[in-house]
Nanobody
Framework: QVQLVESGGGLVQAGDSLRLACVVS???????????MGWFRQAPGKEREFVSI????????YYADSVEGRFTIARDDAKNTVSLQMNSLLPEDTAVYYC???????????????WGKGTLVTVSS
């Protein structure tokens, strides 16, 4: 059973940075590198939305327009981790951020099979 645990959320001011991390535990070291990894978020009263995704090779990344140029996704297969570096945070970035693992053929063709429980990011103005 794949388990995803996020960390790094917190309360920051607008303009600050945060780095989220997600550790994947699947009992099989080699399995993590088979997954595309993504970050999603859900703001209060809103639907969950896509933030960023990275291919299983790490060679392809996509970002939501709202975070392009401010957020950076990365993976470390040796540590079974995926991170999301968030810079120049805005109040509208406030949300619960979820890590997910799955597959991806393209930005319009992907599916997440496993989800973490989320970490809260609050950005004050």
């Amino acid at each position: 059973q794949v388990q995803l645990v996020e960390s790094g959320g917190g309360l920051v001011q607008a303009g600050d940075s945060l780095r989220l991390a997600c550790v994947v535990s699947d009992g099989t070291f080699s399995t993590f590198s088979d997954y595309a990894m993504g970050w999603f978020r859900q703001a209060p009263g809103k639907e969950r939305e896509f933030v960023s995704i990275i291919s299983f090779t790490g060679g392809t990344t996509y970002y939501a327009d709202s975070v392009e140029g401010r957020f950076t996704i990365a993976r470390d297969d040796a540590k079974n981790t995926v991170s999301l570096q968030m810079n120049s945070l805005l109040p509208e970035d406030t949300a619960v951020y979820y890590c997910a693992a799955g597959w991806m053929n393209s930005i319009s063709d992907y599916g997440m099979q496993y989800w973490g429980k989320g970490t809260l990011v609050t950005v004050s103005s």
